[in-house]
């Protein structure tokens, strides 16, 4: 059996693939594809803030998001195979979603109907914080309950989301957000 | 040592992360969320087009990625330990970064100072193609040839890049593009 690579320090070989790489390598990658996408769609949207105004931005964030959120679920879902129409299914995929590196998150399921997820320290918040314009108002209380709605009725569309903490946070808190997820059967 | 996961098909962990993962199972998420990363990126460029124009998308795109390449290739390098500041060492680097699983691509060196990549069956070129509105003239014949050296730059500024063929391509043709390297010492 071929010996794996910890890392790609060794000479060139025209036969590279990802698949010669340990386990703990892929993962040290999909940790930082997580920044990576963060980085990236951040840097499309302050580059479009400047050029074309934040409303534009905004817009132009919600139209992609929308659609986004459903490959990315459908993408996680399929490869992991969750499934199921009750909350604790509706958890398990924002755990597994190609961001979950990036976030400080607890995830507390009460029953397999019921839970509340907690976002601290989050990395989009501590930036739009610095930035002081206030742009968390649509990010965080616009756009992220959108996707969270979302992301609950892709699974159930009786499930009902209510954001129980948003930004601005307490001084001194590294509680960014905190959300309910809650089926009535 | 844990037994690692398949999939998440089992019932909710509250710790769950991706380190739980069989190794194929990784392998797999890296194949996806390479796509992701695409497909996102691709999004962005179609809804500021749709909402600003051609002219201002390719503008925010040029400027998001003329900072985002050099980033993928030092973060690609540190992450898989590549050092040097030859053709060989970049060549490595964009055999793994996060974009290449996505690319059928040849890559080769034909000495520690020369080499060639061509790829093959580009996604972005066949969405453009089908599209029909000959973007690849800005995307490709433009920004990758800006973009290429950027890339090269991050790990040596005196190496050379030469598009040796550039889209369009022969009807039936595989081949979208083909870049020659040279460090001249």
Known sequence: MTRLLKDYSGPFDPEFSHAKLERETLLAILRENSDYLRRLDGQWYVTVMQMCGNDAAFECDVKIWEKFILYELKATTDLLNIHGDDVATVVKAMQATPWMWIHDRTFELKDQSHAVITYRNCPTQVYLEKEGSGREKQICHVLERRLFEMTAHYFNPRIEVTALKLPPREKGSRISCQWEFKLDR | ?185
């Open chain 2, 1 to 185: 040592m844990a037994k690692q996961l398949p999939d998440y098909s089992g019932p909710f962990n509250p710790n769950f992360n991706q380190g739980q993962l069989s190794r194929e199972t990784l392998g797999k998420l890296l194949t996806a969320y390479s796509d992701y990363i695409r497909k996102l990126d691709g999004h962005w460029y179609l809804s500021v087009m749709q909402k600003c124009g051609n002219g201002t998308a390719f503008e925010c795109d040029s400027e998001v990625w003329e900072e985002m390449a050099a980033y993928t290739i030092r973060t690609t390098c540190e992450l898989l330990n590549i050092r040097g500041d030859d053709v060989e060492a970049f060549l490595k680097a964009m055999q793994v970064n996060p974009w290449t699983l996505m690319y059928k691509c040849k890559i080769e060196l034909v000495n520690k100072d020369h080499g060639f990549i061509t790829f093959y069956d580009c996604p972005t070129l066949e969405a453009l193609e089908r599209e029909g509105g000959r973007r690849w003239e800005t995307i490709c014949n433009d920004l990758e040839v800006r973009l290429m050296d950027v890339k090269a730059h991050a790990i040596n500024p005196r190496i050379k890049t030469n598009p040796i063929k550039l889209p369009p391509r022969q009807p039936g043709s595989e081949l979208c593009c083909r870049w020659e390297l040279k460090l001249e010492r």
